[in-house]
């Protein structure tokens, strides 16, 4: 199908840990390669209106995208997260059980820079929108340009793990960005061999959706290495 739609889950520890708890939907087109980010929940809840609001997003997306919808989260390490996402799987269960929960663990994605990098690479090519006039937008975008040295990063995290999900990347080894990629790749550019792309946020041309955002706190070399 030329069009994947899913939402990815970024679940803080405790309603008190001063982390969020995520949850980003988004389409992508595989044709394009452009992913339109167009539902953003997010909150510091605990556990059990954690899985309320779980449970009524699954509603809403299934009601909305039928069979088309996936869903992902993140699992960190130990046995109570095998629990947790067990939860999460039996939530969805009680709505639909034809869906699965793709899961993926913490320690397998690398460092957080290194986790989004796939995601950051499409913002750089242009290739990422947000649907406009969303409540969501101005927590958003002001995360993602204060990424990494933000306060939060668990919207990012979160539309990280959404573009892995729909681009078929849950499970696989973190190879973007390391060592002498890197290090190949800045000295590429320094001597003119590639050119730094336009920093621009959801630039697609001909769309009423895409709201421009400059994004100018990308760290060095993420722009140039290829995922």
């Not at 629990?83 to 690398?110: P, W």
């Not at 796939?118 to 006039?133: D, H, M, R, S, Y």
């Not at 959801?202 to 706190?217: A, V, Y």
Request: cysteine-free; aromatic content about 8%.
């Amino acid at each position: 199908d030329r069009y994947k739609v899913g939402r990815y889950w970024d679940m803080a520890s405790t309603k008190d840990s001063g982390d969020y708890t995520v949850g980003a939907r988004g389409i992508l087109d595989t044709r394009s390669g452009h992913l339109v980010i167009d539902s953003v929940v997010r909150g510091q809840w605990n556990a059990t209106k954690a899985h309320l609001m779980f449970k009524n997003t699954a509603e809403q997306d299934i009601r909305q995208f039928g069979s088309a919808m996936q869903f992902g989260m993140e699992k960190e390490p130990g046995s109570q997260s095998e629990y947790a996402i067990k939860g999460f799987q039996e939530i969805i269960d009680g709505i639909d059980a034809s869906f699965r929960l793709k899961s993926e663990n913490a320690s397998g994605k690398g460092s957080k820079l290194m986790a989004a990098g796939p995601f950051i690479a499409a913002i750089e090519q242009g290739k990422v929108g947000l649907l406009a006039n969303q409540t969501w937008l101005e927590p958003y975008t002001s995360e993602v340009e204060d990424f990494p040295e933000g306060l939060h990063d668990d919207q990012v995290d979160a539309t990280g793990g959404l573009y892995r999900l729909l681009k078929g990347l849950i499970g696989k080894g973190v190879t973007w960005g390391r060592g002498a990629d890197v290090v190949q790749a800045a000295a590429d550019k320094k001597a003119g061999i590639l050119s730094a792309p336009n920093l621009v946020w959801g630039k697609h041309p001909g769309s009423n959706i895409i709201t421009p955002n400059p994004l100018d706190n990308i760290p060095p070399g993420m722009e140039i290495v290829n995922g």
